[in-house]
């Protein structure tokens, strides 16, 4: 394959040419309107598969020395629209014969709307380098902004095949399938999705011919990451190729401390499918195997060495999403047979308790049938005797390996002999290390079974010392190192063993320093890394898929908006909020008049509670907190919670040194609950302490996002710029999974001890609250220091606080309610506060509780909220739907278009085609075209409604009206378009002021004068577009026979007329002024014609006529809109008297002045551009200049 650029007249547009075919893409503007959603910026481009001849006469030329290997999609970045292509591979594996696996090396992203980085190599920071030159790089050039995402997909983890399907295994897609097909595609392991996310889409839409040179021709590539590769060994005499190839599911993808245990979908980290292949002359053989995170809510600290495993999520609330993680892996292999590799020390045993309790207490799947438990203990089988010790998993599990079987398809009968039923999950912590071993053991005593039950080797035979095993081994060893490279950045610990089958001292030190290389990596360069995969995944907030220009998915995305009632339903949820400080507090307290004010009359669906203070703040404490302090509250509140028979479960708990967050949903209510994440921020003592900062939780509530923020900010009465600076560094410093921000959600809660003070003496603040005269409350919150930073925007924008309606909350007396007696004396302020911000929220209550356990007093808000549920299922339907009835309209349109006979109707169609693009309220109305047809019937431009946009061109806004057509019933029928059935459908108004899209087209520039023929125009080349007409009808008609004209002498119309045409004398003059600059503007186009043609009467090329795509300016018009009467003159006074309306205006034989002047063709130069196109498709070596400029100079002929 080659990648080309065209920029002819000014159209940029790149082509990624395979042997036969071409995928063209062009920029497309954005359209959408304001208010519209989201989607209404996403970046757009057009796209035509054309065939590779259709690209000799624009002008394409090479945009990089490297041969091309396959497209991988599209992305944004900044605005600017990328083209990913595969430019360096290496073949590294072949499972079977007809099956090639390559390794990616090199990815180039080639930008569709911009030239800054044409025609440049560039140096692994991304900075454009010149060969074999000395010089340093130009500065003036930025960093390509798709540096990061290319360095990662050149990393040699990513792997591709144009051969067959990378994505599945051989017993799901086959032993005789053929090319990359969307049956058997697995999308879990295609991490170039979320790029090709339209493309796939586009491709969905089209007919099984066009679908099947898109895949032939390679043009949409799958991409997986993981580990492939081929060994050949001999079993005796017989040639064997032994061949692993393992891939990793993106859905849950991350580096080792940023991704652990499952999420609300049911995917987990580093969950790899593993599948080992036999293949002889005799026998094909395959087995697979996956592993994956232990499925439960858990994570780890990377900045702590050997740092506990914290449990996140309760055991009910845990339950739906392992349920539906091992319900995924039942359907798809059938019986699972777990091997968990946990150890019984303390860091481990708690994951594998609860592993064990969720098997007990799940529902859905039926231990014995669905899901098989096997319980290993690796580290202290192999504590004494080594790792060969970890041998005695085999019998535990002999009997399930025999029963699972595995995959075997005889080559000589061609037949399949029989299949894998089941599937081994293996897990330790990382599921790296003791995983990789335990799964090559279990690997290798499959393969000898197999060996022997085909009896290509004697029953019972040795075979250990066999270059076969060796082989195998080196297989695994390697697999594991690529696995864990990409989860931790080094290689796998335990790969001596796993290669040699004993440890030795070097591979115990290399071990060694495999450990602290990771903590190094994971602590120092993990952040960098996850950023990249998010961008890579499209996980990144805000980050939007590159849309393919589609009227047809624009007409209903509009119409799905206007009926979103139909699958949207909107509900009440009762929120309960609350703040305290519990200043150390350790003691069991009943917590009654804070959670339930108002007894059993309100109970809210969700709570969250932040807490601040929970250790007593001195440097011990700081510097090692006690992480118990959670399990004690978590204790106490849902204690507290469940007193009326409700049942609430812990979704969440966050803690950070002092602070701690809590988070409970009543039972029925926790299955709306999805994706709850955690962050934290420390601000103390410059950042380095968590005695202040914030802790924050989000999740989502049908499809309503939520974030709450338990925050503690500096204290002091004067220290309000601090309060502010940490305030700032939070709303900043925070963030969750995606990159995702606080403002990135829909209701946001901040609360915690805020540490605002009342800006009074002492005395007064004291003297207002004792006498309580009416009013004092304003008049103190006047004073109150977050009222007024609020109100001058320093803090909280766009936040509300309920009125407060309560006494102060600090400080008093431990276990009284008098306020601070001690010799600080410190004034009463309300620092424990609770502000909200969400269009969706309505305050219930706002109050404080009267708890004396503490120096403060707890808060608490009540909030109804209103959150959306979208039925997906039903969404879905819908929009099939809405799709199926639009196809149905375009397809009578086609019909009426293809079997009628009335001339008229066919002037009418035309005439439609040719109307402008908008109603300029500036120009006098234009009646219809006349087509004069008892003459020679000119060929009509086909209309090619599948096309990319042309440039605008020049056309009259207030020019005079034409006279009308005349009727005829006796003129000869117009030739046929020959592509009546890619017509754009006539698409609804989008409002009152954009007009709707229309069936016609803008012409093409006119840039010679077209000759009469008396023949039909050929059949157009197939073309596939991306706009609707592509997607919703691509069958051929052949043309209607015309009737045999007589000649007739042929006469010219007139050029396109000038923007600023006067009618009369000074019109004349400006009409002719119009042709020479029309003849000068047609100069590019004028190389392309044929020598005789410039030799005759100009001609009009019959080129089909291209889309062009509207797009509003500031004044409300497009620069595409075109008004043209290409068969026409201008209308005229008689000098008989007769006026436009009764007389028809004939066209003239064109002056002297008016013809075109031969075209100055410029010298060529011996650059890439004049290289016709079917000569850069050969196998030619590419044009390399030496020189700084490079192709930039060599190409800037246009």
Same mark, same amino acid.
């Given at each position: 394959?080659?990648?080309?650029?065209?920029?002819?007249?000014r159209?940029r547009?790149?082509?990624?040419?395979?042997?036969?075919?071409?995928?063209?893409?062009?920029?497309?503007?954005?359209?959408?309107?304001?208010?519209?959603?989201?989607?209404?910026?996403?970046?757009?481009?057009?796209?035509?598969?054309?065939?590779?001849?259709e690209?000799?006469?624009?002008?394409?030329?090479?945009?990089?020395?490297?041969?091309v290997?396959?497209?991988?999609?599209?992305?944004?970045?900044?605005?600017?629209?990328?083209?990913?292509v595969?430019?360096g591979?290496?073949?590294?594996?072949?499972?079977?014969?007809?099956?090639?696996?390559?390794?990616?090396?090199?990815?180039?992203?080639?930008?569709?709307?911009?030239?800054?980085?044409?025609?440049?190599?560039?140096?692994?920071?991304?900075?454009?380098?010149?060969r074999?030159?000395?010089e340093p790089?130009?500065?003036?050039?930025?960093?390509?902004?798709?540096n990061?995402?290319?360095?990662?997909?050149s990393?040699?983890s990513?792997?591709?095949?144009?051969?067959f399907?990378?994505?599945?295994?051989l017993?799901?897609?086959?032993?005789?399938?053929?090319?990359?097909?969307?049956?058997?595609?697995?999308?879990?392991?295609?991490w170039?999705s979320?790029?090709?996310?339209?493309m796939?889409?586009?491709r969905d839409?089209?007919?099984?011919?066009?679908k099947?040179?898109?895949?032939?021709?390679?043009?949409?590539?799958?991409v997986?990451?993981?580990?492939?590769?081929?060994?050949?060994?001999?079993?005796?005499?017989?040639?064997?190729?032994?061949?692993?190839i393992?891939?990793?599911?993106?859905?849950?993808?991350?580096?080792?401390f940023?991704a652990?245990?499952?999420?609300?979908?049911?995917?987990?980290?580093?969950?790899?499918?593993?599948?080992?292949?036999?293949?002889?002359?005799?026998?094909?053989?395959?087995?697979?195997?996956v592993?994956?995170?232990?499925?439960?809510?858990?994570?780890?600290?990377?900045?702590?060495?050997?740092?506990?495993?914290?449990?996140?999520?309760?055991?009910?609330?845990?339950q739906?999403a392992?349920?539906?993680?091992?319900?995924?892996?039942?359907?798809?292999?059938?019986?699972?047979?777990?091997?968990?590799l946990?150890?019984?020390?303390?860091?481990?045993i708690?994951?594998?308790?609860?592993?064990?309790?969720?098997?007990?207490?799940?529902?859905k799947l039926?231990?014995?049938?669905?899901?098989?438990?096997?319980?290993?203990?690796?580290?202290?089988?192999?504590?004494?005797?080594?790792?060969?010790a970890?041998?005695?998993?085999?019998?535990?599990?002999?009997?399930?390996?025999?029963t699972?079987?595995?995959?075997?398809?005889?080559?000589?009968?061609?037949?399949?002999?029989?299949?894998?039923?089941g599937?081994?999950?293996?897990?330790?912590?990382?599921?790296?290390?003791?995983?990789?071993?335990?799964?090559?053991?279990?690997?290798?005593q499959?393969?000898?079974?197999?060996?022997?039950?085909?009896e290509?080797?004697p029953?019972?035979?040795?075979?250990?010392?066999?270059?076969?095993?060796?082989?195998?081994?080196?297989?695994?060893?390697?697999?594991?190192?690529?696995?864990?490279?990409i989860?931790t950045?080094?290689?796998?610990?335990?790969?001596?063993?796993?290669?040699?089958?004993?440890?030795?001292?070097?591979?115990?030190?290399?071990d060694?320093?495999?450990?602290?290389?990771?903590?190094?990596?994971?602590n120092?360069?993990?952040?960098?890394?996850?950023?990249n995969?998010d961008?890579?995944?499209g996980?990144?907030?805000?980050?939007?898929?590159?849309?393919?220009?589609?009227?047809v998915?624009?007409?209903?995305?509009?119409?799905?908006?206007?009926?979103?009632?139909?699958?949207?339903?909107?509900?009440?949820?009762?929120?309960?909020?609350?703040?305290?400080n519990?200043?150390?507090?350790?003691?069991?307290?009943?917590?009654?008049?804070?959670l339930?004010?108002?007894?059993?009359k309100?109970?809210?669906?969700?709570?969250?509670?932040?807490?601040?203070?929970?250790?007593?703040?001195?440097a011990?404490?700081?510097?090692?907190?006690?992480?118990?302090k959670?399990?004690?509250w978590?204790?106490?509140?849902?204690?507290?919670?469940?007193?009326?028979g409700e049942?609430?479960v812990?979704?969440?708990?966050?803690q950070?040194?002092?602070l701690?967050?809590?988070?409970f949903?009543?039972?029925?209510?926790?299955?709306?609950?999805k994706?709850?994440?955690?962050s934290?921020?420390?601000t103390?003592?410059g950042?380095?302490?968590?005695?202040?900062?914030?802790?924050a939780?989000?999740?989502?509530?049908?499809?309503?996002?939520?974030?709450?923020?338990?925050?503690?900010?500096?204290?002091?009465?004067?220290n309000v710029?601090e309060?502010?600076?940490?305030?700032?560094?939070?709303?900043?410093?925070i963030?969750?999974?995606?990159?995702?921000?606080?403002?990135?959600?829909?209701?946001?809660?901040?609360?915690?001890?805020?540490?605002?003070r009342?800006?009074?003496?002492?005395?007064l603040?004291?003297?207002?609250?004792?006498?309580?005269?009416?009013?004092?409350l304003?008049?103190?919150i006047?004073h109150?220091?977050?009222t007024?930073q609020?109100?001058?925007?320093?803090v909280?924008?766009?936040y509300?606080?309920?009125?407060?309606?309560?006494?102060?909350?600090y400080?008093?007396?431990?276990?009284?309610?008098?306020?601070?007696?001690?010799?600080?004396?410190r004034t009463?302020s309300?620092?424990?506060?609770?502000?909200?911000?969400?269009?969706?929220l309505?305050?219930?209550?706002?109050?404080?509780?009267?708890?004396?356990?503490?120096?403060?007093r707890?808060?608490y808000?009540?909030?109804?909220?209103?959150?959306?549920?979208?039925?997906?299922?039903?969404?879905l339907?819908?929009?099939?739907?809405?799709?199926?009835?639009?196809?149905?309209?375009?397809?009578?349109?086609?019909?009426?278009?293809?079997?009628?006979?009335?001339?008229?109707k066919?002037?009418?169609?035309?005439?439609?085609?040719?109307?402008?693009?908008r109603e300029?309220?500036n120009r006098?109305p234009?009646?219809?075209?006349?087509?004069?047809?008892?003459?020679?019937?000119?060929?009509?431009?086909?209309?090619?409604?599948?096309?990319?946009?042309?440039?605008?061109?020049?056309?009259?806004?207030?020019?005079?009206?034409?006279p009308p057509?005349?009727?005829?019933?006796?003129?000869?029928?117009?030739?046929?378009s020959?592509?009546?059935?890619?017509?754009?459908?006539?698409?609804?108004?989008?409002?009152?002021?954009?007009?709707?899209?229309?069936?016609?087209?803008s012409?093409?520039?006119?840039?010679?004068?077209?000759?009469?023929?008396?023949?039909?125009?050929?059949?157009p080349?197939?073309s596939?577009h991306?706009?609707s007409?592509?997607?919703?009808s691509?069958?051929?008609?052949?043309?209607?026979d015309?009737?045999e004209?007589p000649?007739r002498?042929?006469y010219?119309?007139?050029?396109?007329?000038?923007r600023?045409r006067?009618?009369?004398e000074?019109?004349?003059?400006?009409?002719?002024?119009?042709?020479?600059?029309?003849?000068?503007?047609?100069?590019n186009?004028?190389?392309?014609?044929?020598?005789?043609?410039?030799?005759?009467?100009?001609?009009t090329?019959?080129?089909?006529?291209k889309?062009?795509?509207?797009?509003?300016?500031?004044n409300?018009?497009?620069?595409?809109?075109?008004?043209?009467?290409?068969?026409?003159?201008?209308?005229e006074?008689?000098?008989?008297?007769?006026?436009?309306?009764n007389?028809?205006?004939?066209?003239? %034989?064109v002056?002297?002045?008016? /013809?075109?002047? &031969? !075209?100055? +063709? #410029? $010298? @060529? *130069?011996?650059?890439l551009?004049?290289? %016709?196109?079917?000569?850069?498709? /050969?196998?030619? &070596? !590419?044009? +390399? #200049? $030496? @020189? *700084?400029d490079?192709?930039r100079?060599?190409?800037?002929?246009?």
């Amino acid at each position: 394959m080659l990648i080309l650029l065209s920029t002819e007249r000014r159209r940029r547009r790149i082509a990624v040419v395979s042997d036969t075919h071409a995928l063209v893409f062009e920029p497309v503007r954005s359209r959408g309107n304001s208010g519209s959603g989201s989607d209404s910026n996403a970046p757009s481009c057009a796209v035509e598969l054309l065939h590779k001849e259709e690209l000799r006469d624009h002008r394409f030329r090479r945009l990089s020395a490297h041969e091309v290997h396959g497209f991988i999609g599209l992305v944004e970045i900044d605005g600017l629209v990328f083209i990913g292509v595969i430019t360096g591979k290496t073949k590294v594996a072949s499972p079977i014969p007809h099956e090639v696996v390559n390794r990616i090396y090199a990815v180039d992203f080639f930008c569709l709307n911009d030239s800054t980085w044409d025609f440049l190599e560039l140096d692994p920071s991304g900075r454009p380098f010149v060969r074999d030159s000395a010089e340093p790089t130009d500065p003036g050039i930025p960093k390509h902004p798709c540096n990061d995402i290319r360095k990662l997909l050149s990393n040699g983890s990513f792997y591709y095949s144009n051969d067959f399907d990378l994505t599945t295994t051989l017993q799901n897609r086959g032993f005789r399938s053929s090319y990359v097909n969307d049956v058997t595609l697995e999308e879990e392991y295609m991490w170039n999705s979320f790029l090709m996310e339209d493309m796939l889409t586009y491709r969905d839409r089209l007919d099984s011919y066009t679908k099947n040179i898109l895949d032939r021709e390679g043009f949409l590539t799958t991409v997986i990451r993981g580990f492939a590769e081929t060994f050949t060994t001999y079993v005796k005499r017989l040639k064997v190729g032994l061949t692993v190839i393992s891939k990793q599911s993106w859905k849950r993808a991350g580096t080792r401390f940023n991704a652990r245990g499952i999420d609300d979908d049911g995917n987990v980290a580093n969950f790899v499918e593993t599948e080992i292949l036999m293949y002889s002359n005799e026998y094909c053989y395959a087995f697979t195997q996956v592993r994956g995170s232990v499925p439960m809510f858990w994570e780890q600290d990377a900045a702590i060495m050997n740092a506990k495993v914290q449990i996140t999520r309760s055991l009910e609330a845990t339950q739906p999403a392992f349920d539906q993680h091992f319900m995924k892996l039942v359907s798809k292999y059938g019986p699972v047979n777990i091997v968990n590799l946990l150890s019984t020390k303390p860091n481990e045993i708690e994951l594998s308790k609860r592993y064990r309790a969720h098997l007990q207490q799940s529902q859905k799947l039926h231990k014995g049938r669905d899901v098989m438990l096997t319980e290993f203990d690796f580290h202290r089988e192999t504590a004494q005797e080594g790792f060969n010790a970890a041998r005695n998993i085999l019998p535990l599990i002999k009997e399930a390996l025999l029963t699972e079987g595995y995959y075997c398809y005889d080559v000589k009968q061609d037949v399949l002999v029989s299949e894998q039923h089941g599937v081994f999950r293996t897990n330790c912590l990382d599921c790296l290390d003791r995983t990789n071993l335990v799964q090559q053991m279990m690997s290798l005593q499959l393969l000898k079974t197999f060996l022997y039950d085909v009896e290509l080797v004697p029953h019972n035979a040795p075979l250990d010392s066999t270059d076969l095993v060796r082989k195998h081994n080196s297989l695994w060893a390697d697999q594991g190192d690529q696995i864990s490279q990409i989860y931790t950045g080094t290689n796998a610990l335990k790969s001596s063993f796993s290669r040699k089958g004993k440890m030795s001292l070097s591979g115990a030190l290399s071990d060694a320093k495999k450990s602290v290389s990771r903590m190094y990596i994971n602590n120092f360069m993990d952040k960098g890394k996850q950023q990249n995969i998010d961008a890579l995944l499209g996980k990144l907030p805000n980050q939007l898929p590159v849309k393919l220009y589609d009227p047809v998915g624009e007409y209903i995305n509009e119409k799905l908006k206007k009926l979103a009632d139909q699958y949207t339903t909107t509900s009440d949820m009762n929120v309960l909020i609350g703040t305290y400080n519990v200043n150390g507090m350790s003691e069991r307290a009943d917590l009654s008049k804070w959670l339930f004010p108002i007894g059993n009359k309100f109970k809210p669906d969700l709570v969250v509670l932040g807490l601040q203070e929970v250790i007593e703040l001195n440097a011990g404490n700081i510097l090692n907190a006690d992480y118990t302090k959670g399990s004690f509250w978590e204790y106490l509140v849902k204690e507290c919670l469940n007193q009326y028979g409700e049942k609430y479960v812990l979704l969440r708990v966050e803690q950070m040194t002092s602070l701690i967050i809590l988070f409970f949903a009543r039972a029925d209510k926790a299955k709306y609950v999805k994706r709850v994440e955690g962050s934290t921020k420390k601000t103390g003592f410059g950042g380095m302490t968590g005695n202040k900062g914030a802790i924050a939780i989000r999740f989502e509530y049908g499809s309503t996002s939520f974030c709450f923020v338990n925050a503690h900010f500096s204290a002091g009465n004067s220290n309000v710029d601090e309060r502010a600076n940490d305030y700032m560094t939070i709303n900043r410093k925070i963030s969750f999974a995606r990159s995702r921000k606080i403002k990135d959600n829909d209701s946001i809660f901040w609360f915690g001890d805020l540490n605002y003070r009342v800006d009074m003496p002492n005395d007064l603040v004291r003297k207002e609250l004792t006498l309580c005269k009416e009013g004092y409350l304003d008049r103190l919150i006047k004073h109150d220091q977050l009222t007024q930073q609020i109100d001058c925007g320093a803090v909280f924008h766009d936040y509300c606080e309920p009125t407060i309606h309560f006494h102060p909350t600090y400080k008093f007396d431990h276990g009284t309610d008098i306020y601070d007696t001690s010799e600080k004396m410190r004034t009463p302020s309300w620092t424990d506060r609770i502000v909200y911000k969400g269009n969706n929220l309505h305050p219930l209550a706002y109050s404080c509780a009267t708890l004396k356990v503490s120096d403060h007093r707890p808060v608490y808000a009540a909030y109804r909220t209103d959150v959306n549920f979208i039925d997906e299922e039903k969404k879905l339907e819908l929009s099939k739907s809405l799709y199926e009835d639009f196809k149905m309209v375009e397809d009578n349109i086609e019909l009426t278009s293809t079997f009628s006979t009335d001339d008229e109707k066919d002037d009418i169609e035309l005439e439609q085609y040719l109307k402008p693009a908008r109603e300029d309220i500036n120009r006098s109305p234009m009646p219809a075209v006349r087509i004069e047809t008892s003459r020679s019937p000119v060929p009509p431009p086909r209309i090619d409604t599948n096309r990319s946009p042309l440039p605008p061109l020049r056309t009259e806004m207030n020019r005079s009206p034409l006279p009308p057509i005349p009727s005829d019933a006796n003129r000869s029928p117009l030739p046929p378009s020959g592509d009546n059935e890619k017509r754009s459908p006539v698409l609804p108004p989008r409002n009152t002021t954009s007009p709707p899209l229309r069936r016609g087209v803008s012409p093409p520039a006119v840039t010679e004068k077209p000759v009469v023929r008396n023949d039909a125009p050929p059949p157009p080349p197939p073309s596939h577009h991306s706009s609707s007409a592509s997607l919703v009808s691509l069958q051929r008609r052949n043309p209607r026979d015309l009737p045999e004209i007589p000649p007739r002498q042929s006469y010219t119309p007139t050029p396109p007329i000038s923007r600023n045409r006067y009618v009369g004398e000074e019109g004349s003059k400006n009409e002719e002024k119009a042709s020479d600059m029309s003849d000068k503007n047609s100069t590019n186009d004028e190389k392309s014609l044929s020598s005789n043609s410039r030799k005759s009467t100009p001609t009009t090329s019959l080129k089909p006529r291209k889309q062009t795509v509207l797009s509003d300016s500031s004044n409300g018009t497009s620069k595409n809109d075109i008004a043209q009467t290409p068969l026409t003159s201008p209308a005229e006074t008689p000098k008989d008297g007769t006026t436009a309306e009764n007389k028809p205006t004939l066209l003239q %034989p064109v002056s002297a002045k008016n /013809k075109s002047k &031969p !075209p100055v +063709i #410029p $010298k @060529k *130069k011996s650059t890439l551009e004049n290289v %016709p196109v079917h000569v850069l498709t /050969k196998k030619t &070596p !590419p044009m +390399i #200049p $030496k @020189k *700084k400029d490079s192709l930039r100079i060599m190409n800037s002929g246009n």
